[in-house]
């Protein structure tokens, strides 16, 4: 057998397939995509069916625990309440105020003195909540006037980790401020 020495014939030539190149763009998109549904999509924030009865007297500011079961560390960025459709008056009455805090160190139920129960009683936004540490979420209703209010679950905008998103967290609540 001979082999020729020389040049390969130009119809034999091997070429690389130019698409094979770019294959790695749609890839790198996909991930990227699925990275960013992950940010933001974190797990949803513990709730409850049970009904939180608060009752309080006007120009006294009363304090109630909001209990859940969940471990894990939120930074709180809001705090957002509705009052249900049923509700006898509403988030707007003269006089009525109703503030998140967060309980440092400690828990209570229903409360005038916080401060007795908690290492820390700071504002909900802005702080992180150790859920099923040693804090508690509370609400804070304080009114001038005889209130009725039914208040759904909180909405809660906060950050785990990497992860940001906003659900409803805990019991809805019947709130009472009598005369």
């Given at each position: ?69 969940d471990e ?20 707007d009455s ?86």
């Amino acid at each position: 057998m001979q082999t020729v020495a020389g040049s390969a014939p130009v119809g034999l030539e091997v070429r690389r397939r130019r698409w094979t190149a770019w294959l790695w763009v749609p890839v790198v998109f996909v991930l990227v995509a699925v990275g960013l549904w992950w940010m933001g999509h974190p797990t949803a924030l513990p709730t409850s069916d049970d009904v939180v009865d608060v009752t309080a007297k006007t120009d006294q500011q009363v304090y109630v625990g909001v209990t859940v079961k969940d471990e894990r560390d939120i930074k709180i960025t809001s705090v957002e309440m509705d009052t249900a459709a049923d509700s006898t008056d509403s988030l707007d009455s003269d006089g009525l105020e109703v503030r998140a805090w967060i309980c440092k160190d400690g828990a209570i139920s229903q409360t005038t003195q916080p401060e007795r129960f908690c290492g820390d009683v700071l504002p909900a936004e802005g702080n992180t909540l150790h859920l099923g540490g040693a804090d508690q979420l509370m609400l804070s209703v304080d009114s001038t006037t005889p209130v009725e209010l039914d208040l759904e679950r909180l909405q809660i905008g906060f950050r785990d980790g990497l992860q940001r998103g906003t659900d409803p967290f805990g019991p809805p609540f019947a709130i009472t401020v009598l005369a």
